[in-house]
């Protein structure tokens, strides 16, 4: 069963234009997400977060929003940069059987910045 | 990646052998986990723990254990190496997330069971 969906593999972008990605979750739980970045042969790097208390975070050209309605949220990268072609998993966490150790993660979005 | 150590990065085991993965964090964490990393599937937990002494299993912890005797160290031993555990695996160390901190990742140690 899975709680966090990342329904596109793949996501092609001009540089310069904005990327959204998109990630679904089923569990209303959930009260904490996080977006992760990750280059090939490498550990994923955090990007940016946001509390289920809020519903939206910013952090220079990443935005995240959170829709608790809908279960849903999106990264935002505007503009978008070539250097930001990687994977981008989202995350979720539990707040009673969930801690900083058990991340809940999403299958990733490949990203492609072209010139 | 700054601060959590994972070792082996590359490793081809024969189908029963044993092995461990090291992992040290140098950030004086209380939460550390291991993931693997299969194609198409995201990452898993495979094991975690809130702190020394204390471990837990996660969603896929069958052939696989775990100690933690100490906070800096979290070593994920395979008992009898199978073809179906070749995959990536990445430790993760981590505070509280609600104090605002997060959570590092280990830069990946790539397993190949034959």
Redesign the interface.
Known sequence: DQQVKQNSPSLSVQEGRISILNCDYTNSMFDYFLWYKKYPAEGPTFLISISSIKDKNEDGRFTVFLNKSAKHLSLHIVPSQPGDSAVYFCAAIHPFTGTASKLTFGTGTRLQVTL | ?AG?TQTPKFQVLKTGQSMTLQCAQDMN?????W?RQDP??????IH???GAGITDQ?EVPNGYNVSRSTTEDFPLRLLSAAPSQTSVY?C?S?????SG????????SWLTVV
């Open positions: 990646n959590v964490h209380e939460y550390m986990s993931y198409g599937m995201g990452l898993r937990l975690y723990s809130v996660g990445f993760a981590g505070q509280r997330l609600h901190n997060t959570i590092y990742f280990g830069e990946g």
